[in-house]
């Protein structure tokens, strides 16, 4: 992953000429802002239907007997939804905190970027547990006051995801300029966002489950 904001703004300038222009990308905190929050739109995208940006991680909860907490907002890389917990144990269940009685223990309930121990479920020993937390993740967030030199973490093979967004707003920051440009910049996006999307969820093939999951993913049980 080697391509920068620089990259980016550069490559949607050069689609076409009206975007040459230094009052459409010359305010570099705009463009960091926009670029971020492209980036975290389609991290969320993916970790809806698939799971190939993911990573996993062991974390420490908090010391108790009971009611034990693992927070998560400080991971790297960060967290955009969790997939599955594991205790050196067992799998630990997900259920809603108005309802934790909707699966067998152990479980956790999540509330904002923390995950609660129901009980004493985790470990009948008090102290510490260490939890294995796979997960899709999120991008690095990008810094707004820093430079256009900074890094982004979605590989360089879909960057041009975010180029054609940024040439998208360019073209309709760009008051007068034909609407059909930002138009086919749409459409373009669109059709690459579904191909990029079908390309990560076919790369281990379709899954197999014995049970019909409450989040449908692709390629599961019916």
Request: zero cysteines; aromatic letters at 8%.
């Amino acid at each position: 992953m080697s391509t920068t904001i620089a990259d980016v703004i550069a490559r949607a300038t050069g689609m076409s000429v009206s975007n040459n222009t230094t009052d459409l990308t010359g305010n570099a905190s705009e463009m960091i802002a926009a670029v971020a929050a492209w980036e975290r739109d389609i991290f969320r995208a993916a970790a809806a239907l698939s799971r190939f940006f993911g990573a996993s991680q062991t974390v420490t909860s908090t010391s108790g007997s009971a009611n034990r907490t693992l927070n998560l907002a400080g991971l790297v890389p960060p967290v955009e939804r969790v997939v599955a917990v594991n205790s050196p144990t067992a799998v630990v269940h997900r259920v809603d905190f108005e309802d934790v009685a909707a699966e067998l223990p152990p479980r956790f309930y999540a509330f904002a970027t923390s995950l609660y121990e129901v009980g004493s479920e985790w470990s009948a020993t008090a102290g510490t547990v260490d939890l294995s937390v796979w997960y899709a993740m999120a991008p690095t967030p990008l810094d707004p006051t820093g430079n256009t030199g900074q890094t982004l973490t979605l590989p360089d093979e879909y960057t041009d995801l975010i180029v054609l967004r940024l040439a998208h707003y360019l073209a309709v920051k760009d008051t007068g300029r034909d609407p059909l440009e930002a138009q086919s910049l749409q459409s373009s996006y669109d059709k690459r966002m579904a191909d990029v999307i079908e390309r990560l969820d076919h790369f281990a093939g379709p899954a197999r489950r014995r049970f019909l999951s409450p989040e449908r993913l692709p390629g599961g049980s019916e």
